[in-house]
């Protein structure tokens, strides 16, 4: 099944937190917070302004993002736990590329 989520909402499959401390402790699953770390799977096409003017999101598909603990609603499509939240939800893009650079 394909979803298009409608307007400024977002569809985010979390990203699972590691399972190992760095010491080597293992963390059960019932210890474990939820992450709050996540990839944009699909977009909406964004709101209109009042004029009627479509503004698009600032976010795209594949994009690594972080968001509130209690950001969107948990959805299950396709036998996969995904999450729907308005873009607004969403605190940041987290860009990988420019702590690469950084580093070298």
Same mark, same amino acid.
């Given at each position: 099944? $394909?979803? *298009?989520?409608?307007? %400024?909402?977002?569809?985010?499959?979390?990203? %699972?937190? /590691? /399972?190992?401390?760095k010491? =080597?402790?293992? !963390?059960? %699953? #019932?210890? $474990?917070? $939820?992450?709050? @770390?996540?990839?944009? +799977?699909?977009?909406?096409? =964004?709101? *209109?302004?009042? @004029?009627? $003017?479509? !503004?698009?999101? %600032? +976010?795209?598909?594949?994009?690594?993002?972080?968001?509130?603990?209690?950001?969107? #609603? @948990?959805?299950?499509?396709?036998? /996969?736990?995904?999450?729907?939240?308005? /873009?607004?939800?969403?605190?940041?893009?987290? @860009?990988?590329?420019? #702590?690469l650079?950084?580093?070298?």
């Open positions: 099944m $394909k979803f *298009r989520p409608l307007h %400024d909402r977002v569809v985010v499959k979390r990203i %699972d937190a /590691e /399972e190992k401390t010491g =080597g402790i293992i !963390i059960p %699953d #019932t210890a $474990k917070e $939820k992450p709050q @770390e996540g990839e944009v +799977v699909a977009v909406g096409p =964004g709101n *209109r302004d009042e @004029e009627g $003017k479509l !503004i698009a999101l %600032d +976010v795209k598909v594949g994009d690594r993002i972080l968001f509130g603990k209690w950001s969107g #609603t @948990e959805v299950k499509i396709d036998g /996969e736990d995904l999450l729907i939240m308005k /873009e607004s939800d969403i605190m940041g893009v987290v @860009e990988a590329t420019a #702590t650079k950084q580093a070298a």
